[in-house]
């Protein structure tokens, strides 16, 4: 097996601006990708690391709970907030959305590219251990 992967951007719950049609194709899509394809190694999913999980979040995150495939929880936004808050933060978010506490979670910034060592730790662990 050759060491590929591709990162596969899914359409979040940004497409309240769609119609009821085309949300609900969407969601089939969604659900079709998640549910069949056998290629996915690890579901990677973002949330803002500004606010508790908010209704679409635990709907997400339970629907990847129930697709049994391995998850990485994402607080993105990490720039936004102080440095010193960042764990702390990212702890009680975890806390609320996976009190069992086994879903890895951890802080990110997609548009400064900060804290990406350790996602890239967690990643490559991921694909070496499995
Ligand atoms: N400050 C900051 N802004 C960010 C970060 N990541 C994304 N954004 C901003 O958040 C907005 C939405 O980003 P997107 O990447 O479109 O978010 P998305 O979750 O893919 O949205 P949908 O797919 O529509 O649900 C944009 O204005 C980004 O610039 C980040 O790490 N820090
Ligand atoms: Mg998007």
Redesign the pocket.
């Known amino acids: 097996m050759d060491n590929l992967f591709y990162f596969v951007?899914?359409?979040?719950?940004?497409?309240s601006k769609m119609s009821k049609k085309e949300q609900e194709q969407v969601g089939k899509f969604i659900e079709q990708y998640l549910f069949h394809r056998k290629e996915i190694s690890l579901i990677i999913f973002?949330i803002d690391i500004r606010h508790s999980p908010t209704s679409n979040d635990k709907l997400m995150y339970n629907y990847i709970i129930s697709s049994g495939l391995p998850c990485l929880i994402l607080a993105?936004?990490?720039?936004?907030i102080a440095i010193t808050k960042v764990d702390d933060t990212v702890k009680a978010l975890q806390k609320e959305l996976n009190p069992i506490g086994d879903i890895p979670t951890l802080p990110?910034?997609?548009?400064?590219k900060i804290y990406k060592e350790d996602v890239w730790n967690f990643i490559d662990n991921h694909f070496n251990n499995d």
């Open positions: 951007d899914l359409p979040g719950y940004g497409y973002l993105n936004k990490a720039d936004k990110f910034s997609s548009e400064r």
